[in-house]
């Protein structure tokens, strides 16, 4: 036990035996403090007078002191404690105003101000009742795949990958994904120097911009974004330069992503000198755009111009549907040595748990995402990284046949995103088709809600999902959580639907969109 003078009270070491309930009572300040009066007699070699005072005067705090050659200078300096703190310091009253003092003294530091507030955190939350139907936050519960489960009970009976390993990515792994990308990149990537596996693509996006970004930089990023964006900025000293994607149309029926799209001269106009990169999300989440190799070369040429890098986040990678295809920025002419591509295991293969990602890129910018790794996280889990690699080079080889889990799972959640916008419509809502991803947007204007009387200072979008979780227990995400402050105005009509679902799960919410308007 330590009392607030940080000296250890071992009353067992001394053979002394106070019921700590008892110490704290004020009746026993004036026995502790004669206790302590007597030691130091004892102290000063009165030792036998001591005994006998002890005996007679405080049997009920003492119950043995034998030993002559104890060291009573500990024994003295633990009962001063003991009367300091009794004397000055009442129990409950000492440690609350201890905690006060720490609250007062020990604030947040700069780089997290304001940060505190997070989407996940308070909509679980809201979801939390397992009575409520629940498309808000975006994991999977579809099963991932066979061969990646057995994968990883087969790593964990191996006892050396039950242990540390490499930091920047257990061998196995990195060289199945230059493998991989290698492929998809049409390059050779070197899996020692040019990929660095981290806790999952959050991992990649941090190490990426505590590693590259400067205090005092500007990073742009596109509206709406994936939450985790603006405070990894901010926390890096860096400003958030924002560009919302624009509808082309007025048009309420039948949008697609692809109806969303970048102002070319809006975009030109957020480069200058202070540009340090710019953060793009193909397939987006939230809106599910998938960028077109001509949209990505316009956002190429202004990096080139300006000598700007680009984190490319495409963690949905393998994830597009029907006439619409995935490119990667970084197969650009002239943007490999300025692009740090992230990828996902979890988004891959339906293991979002796992938390494992990766990040692509030339040596010379991989390296400093390698030094932010080596002295925070230092490394993931080697059974599950030995597991992923399995997976990985088993689809590799099925690249291109309808086995391929990189190819069948979109085409499996095909059906759901056309069921879930069915299903939206049926509400009377206008849901927003993805390209790519497994989440979608709808606009609940039509619906007129009213929801004037919650006085929360809210958007929208969060006030709506809140009734709605109450009222008609169904979860969502609002999607002003992925904007800046500018475009709230822009996007609060809007909310987000997660449909990476079991079909038992799209039913429960389909039989909540039909009875809409009965309640």
Same mark, same amino acid.
């Given at each position: ?38 030691? =130091?007699?004892?102290? /000063? ?5 001591? /005994?006998?005072? /002890?005996?007679?005067?405080?049997? @009920? ?44 003294? @020990? ?42 489960? =057995? ?17 920047? +990515? ?8 230059? #493998? ?97 990169? *710019? ?66 295991? +979890? ?16 040596? @010379?910018?991989?390296? @400093? ?41 979109? =085409?499996?959640? #095909? ?17 927003? *088709?993805?390209?790519? +991803? ?57 909310? /987000? ?23």
């Amino acid at each position: 036990m330590y009392l607030g003078s940080g000296v250890p009270f071992c009353l067992e070491q001394t053979e002394f035996r106070i019921n700590q309930q008892q110490l704290l009572q004020p009746t026993l300040l004036k026995p502790a403090r004669q206790t302590a009066q007597l030691l =130091e007699k004892s102290q /000063r070699g009165h030792l036998s007078e001591a /005994r006998s005072d /002890r005996r007679q005067k405080f049997p @009920h705090l003492i119950h043995s002191y034998s030993h002559a050659d104890m060291n009573i200078a500990h024994i003295l300096r633990s009962y001063r404690s003991v009367c300091c703190f009794l004397e000055t310091n009442p129990a409950r009253k000492f440690f609350s105003t201890q905690i006060s003092m720490a609250s007062a003294t @020990h604030k947040n530091a700069k780089r997290i101000e304001g940060l505190d507030k997070n989407v996940w955190v308070t909509f679980t939350s809201v979801a939390a009742d397992p009575t409520i139907v629940n498309l808000g936050q975006g994991y999977p519960d579809i099963p991932p795949p066979s061969y990646v489960k =057995e994968g990883l009970t087969q790593a964990v009976m191996v006892d050396r990958l039950n242990q540390y390993t490499r930091g920047f +990515g257990h061998p196995t792994l990195v060289k199945a994904l230059s #493998q991989v990308y290698g492929k998809v990149c049409g390059r050779q990537i070197d899996p020692f120097k040019e990929i660095l596996v981290t806790v999952g693509g959050y991992g990649s996006l941090f190490c990426s911009i505590q590693g590259l970004v400067e205090e005092g930089d500007e990073v742009i990023i596109i509206e709406p974004f994936f939450d985790c964006y603006v405070p990894m900025v901010k926390m890096a000293g860096a400003k958030p330069v924002f560009i919302p994607l624009r509808l082309k149309s007025n048009r309420k029926t039948d949008i697609s992503s692809a109806d969303w799209f970048l102002d070319q001269d809006e975009l030109a106009s957020k480069f200058n000198s202070k540009t340090k990169a *710019i953060i793009i999300n193909t397939p987006n989440n939230p809106i599910g755009k998938v960028f077109t190799r001509n949209e990505l070369q316009a956002i190429a040429d202004l990096c080139i111009k300006h000598d700007t890098l680009c984190f490319s986040d495409e963690v949905y990678e393998w994830l597009t549907y029907k006439g619409h295809d995935h490119v990667k920025i970084a197969t650009l002419p002239g943007m490999w040595d300025r692009t740090i591509t992230v990828g996902s295991a +979890g988004k891959t293969f339906s293991v979002t748990g796992w938390k494992l990602g990766w990040s692509i890129g030339p040596e @010379h910018l991989v390296k @400093h995402l390698q030094t932010v790794m080596q002295n925070t996280l230092y490394t993931c889990p080697t059974p599950l990284q030995e597991a992923i690699a399995r997976g990985l080079l088993r689809d590799y080889e099925l690249m291109g046949q309808p086995d391929c889990y990189f190819s069948s799972l979109a =085409e499996e959640l #095909q059906g759901k995103r056309d069921r879930i916008a069915t299903i939206l419509k049926q509400a009377g809502m206008n849901p927003v *088709i993805p390209e790519g +991803g497994y989440f979608m947007i709808a606009d609940v204007t039509a619906l007129n809600q009213d929801l004037s009387h919650v006085e929360d200072d809210e958007p929208y979008d969060y006030k709506f999902i809140k009734w709605m979780t109450k009222e008609k227990k169904l979860a969502a995400i609002p999607v002003t959580a992925f904007c800046g402050e500018e475009s709230i105005k822009h996007f609060e009509k809007y909310i /987000r639907f997660c449909f990476i679902k079991q079909d038992s799960t799209l039913d429960a919410a389909e039989a909540i969109m039909k009875n809409w308007n009965k309640a």
